[in-house]
């Protein structure tokens, strides 16, 4: 199967996501299609690559989810001897 462009996304799929979250999606779906995955698969690790950013939000519109700063700006330390 040839990879998917956003313009090929079903319309529900592009209405609710904005376009950041549908370029993750086709990215995460053709992947998962290269590596041999069903159609079926390839759309669930689209959607869990999505979820790992977006979120559902109001009216069905996904949105960014806010930073965690604690993971963020955690100081980095190295341990020596």
Do not use: C
Request: proline residues 5%.
């Amino acid at each position: 199967m040839a990879d998917k462009t956003i313009n090929e996304l079903p319309d529900e799929i592009r209405e609710q996501l904005p376009e950041h979250a549908q370029q993750i999606f086709v990215a995460a779906f053709n992947a998962a299609q290269s590596n041999g995955m069903s159609e079926e698969g390839a759309r669930d690790v689209a959607w869990n690559s999505v979820k790992n950013e977006y979120e559902p939000g109001n009216e069905g519109k996904w949105q960014r989810k806010p930073e965690d700063t604690a993971i963020h700006n955690k100081a980095v330390v190295s341990g020596g001897n």
